[in-house]
């Protein structure tokens, strides 16, 4: 089972670090996109057209795929004050509670969000100023989800072998 684990831990540990790859390139062409939006609309008073909008997908593209990886380093806020003060064993119980409950959580988000991006796709919805499509974005943030849930559950099953 612990081979296993291993396989699926170095599987879910590559696609997050992959998706956070695509979080990091995303922050850096809205950074972009920002800095030469207030120059253009300073400099030569014409702002970038759908800039605006164009850096909402951006920070669609930063938070969804970043948050997998975020969640392998455990850099999620987790509040200790009360489980440090327990045993072990309550200690086990409540984490494999928790990541149970983010499991349902990503669960529900990836269901909903892909049937939500489907819907969007069939409508034919896109933005008001570039008209992009929307669903693209949604479709990405489902896989995202899926491989959040992914994290969670190669954590739970660390937490449910570990002695």
Not at 115 to 135: D, K, W
Request: hydrophobic share 55%.
């Amino acid at each position: 089972m612990s081979g296993r684990i291993v396989s699926l831990e170095k599987f879910a540990s590559t696609i997050s670090s992959s998706l956070n790859r695509v979080a990091g390139a995303g922050m850096v062409a809205m950074l972009a996109l920002i800095i030469a939006d207030i120059i253009s609309a300073k400099a030569f008073k014409w702002p970038i057209p759908g800039g605006i909008e164009l850096v909402g997908f951006f920070g669609v593209v930063v938070i969804a795929f970043s948050i997998a990886h975020t969640q392998v380093l455990h850099g999620h806020i987790e509040v200790e004050f009360l489980t440090t003060r327990l045993s072990q064993k309550a200690q086990k119980v409540i984490a494999c509670i928790t990541y149970l409950f983010g499991m349902v959580l990503f669960a529900v988000l990836a269901w909903s969000s892909f049937n939500y991006a489907h819907s969007l796709q069939v409508g034919g919805e896109v933005s008001m100023t570039q008209e992009i499509p929307f669903y693209p974005f949604i479709y990405a943030m489902a896989f995202c989800s899926i491989s959040v849930f992914l994290v969670l559950l190669v954590q739970l099953l660390r937490t449910i072998v570990k002695t």
